[in-house]
Each structure stands twice: as C-alpha cells, then as structure tokens.
C-alpha cells in the first residue's frame, strides 16, 4: 500500500496488545514525563540561588543548565522524528513488523535520558560525558531503526539517510569525549549544522 491510497481506519487495531491509538498515547505520555523530570537536577539548586543574584546560577550551574537545554531539544527532535515515521503508518492503515518492539526499546531509553543527563549537569567528566552521550548515541540509533522499519512497509521517505547520518554524529561526539569531555558535548553543535543541512534540503527539493 502507497501513502496515497485511501488509509485505512485504525481505531480498532487487530491482534494482541494496545492498538497503535493507545501506542501513540502511551508514547506522548511517556516522552512529556521524561521532557518535565530533565528540570528536576535545577529546581533542587534552587534553594542555593543567591535571591539578589539570580542570574549567578547562570554562571556556577553552567553546565546543569546546557545539559537540560541539550536534552530537552534532543528529546523533542527524537520525538518528532518517531511521530513522523508513526504518522505514515498511521496514514497508510499498516502495521509494520517489529515496530512495536522498537518503540518499546525507544521509550527506555527516553524514560532513562533524565538520569545520564543529571550526572553530567552535576560534574563533566569523560565518565559522565561518555555515558551521557552514549544515552543518546542509543536513542538516536533506535529511532532510525524506527524510520528504516516503516520505510520498508510503507516506502521510502528519505529520512533514513539523516537519521543515520545523526547516528553517525552521536557516535562520534561519544568517542571525542573519552578523550576529552568538554570537547565531546562541544561536538554536539554539529547536530545543529546537520538539522539545518536537513531542512534546507527537504525544501530544496519540495520546490523542485
């Protein structure tokens, strides 16, 4: 089936377990608590904040604050790209084999990244920044696993080859930062650079 034919309904999913609705529930849910407890490490500093000198934190909990923003961002572009690849599914009325497993896996590790990412917040070291990292190393490998899964059920998309790509990066920032933590998370702008390489050409070549 194309992603142009007629989709099929999904609300009463065959088989055993949830239906993909409530897979779909489960998934936000999951991902929103994960997004809420990666603030956790800064509201327990709080009480240490100088009232007079708010924006000291700024400075002294530098990288506590960079580890929430990284994660956080890193959280919502995984998200995305699992919602996209499950949208497809969604759209063409199929269920691809072995999806259900991925996404299980996928959420263990979005449910765990709130961990990996206190300790680093808390001392950056090639142990933190490797494991930390390396959380997300996983995370990103799963969710293109997510993507090849529903291209071979529903047809390519073109997105495979940056999830990949991102993969690659991750794997790259992990085996910076066991030489060298800071240099390690410093990599991982690279991800800006190929997140904008990315959409640019998605709409390069939409307006083809």
């Known amino acids: 089936m194309t992603e142009t034919e007629?989709?099929?309904?999904?609300?009463?999913d065959q088989g055993d377990g949830p239906g993909l609705l409530r897979t779909i529930a489960l998934?936000?849910?999951v991902v929103a608590i994960a997004m809420t407890l990666l603030v956790l490490p800064?509201?327990?500093v709080a009480g240490e904040v100088d009232p007079d000198d708010v924006w000291s934190v700024v400075s002294e909990r530098s990288d506590l604050l960079l580890s929430f923003v990284i994660s956080f961002a890193?959280?919502?572009?995984?998200?995305?790209?699992?919602?996209?690849?499950?949208?497809?599914l969604e759209r063409a009325g199929v269920e691809a084999p072995g999806w259900r497993a991925l996404n299980l896996l996928w959420l263990l590790v979005i449910a765990f990244l709130p961990f990996p990412t206190a300790l680093v917040g808390r001392a950056v070291t090639t142990g933190t920044a490797v494991f930390y990292i390396g959380t997300m190393f996983v995370l990103s490998l799963l969710t293109s696993a997510i993507t090849v899964v529903?291209?071979?059920?529903?047809?390519p998309s073109g997105r495979a080859r940056?999830?990949?790509?991102?993969?690659?990066?991750?794997?790259?920032?992990?085996?910076?930062?066991?030489?060298?933590a800071d240099a390690g998370l410093l990599?991982?702008?690279?991800?800006?650079?190929?997140?904008?390489?990315?959409v640019w050409s998605d709409r390069h070549r939409s307006a083809r």
């Open 150 to 155: 529903v291209d071979r059920e529903v047809g």
């Open 187 to 198: 990599a991982l702008l690279a991800l800006l650079l190929l997140r904008v390489i990315e």
């Open 74 to 88: 890193v959280v919502y572009v995984f998200w995305a790209a699992q919602g996209t690849a499950v949208r497809r």
């Open 162 to 180: 940056w999830g990949w790509l991102t993969t690659a990066v991750f794997a790259v920032c992990a085996a910076i930062s066991a030489v060298d």
């Open 42 to 44: 800064l509201v327990e």
């Open 6 to 12: 007629e989709p099929l309904p999904l609300a009463e």
């Open 27 to 29: 998934t936000d849910a």
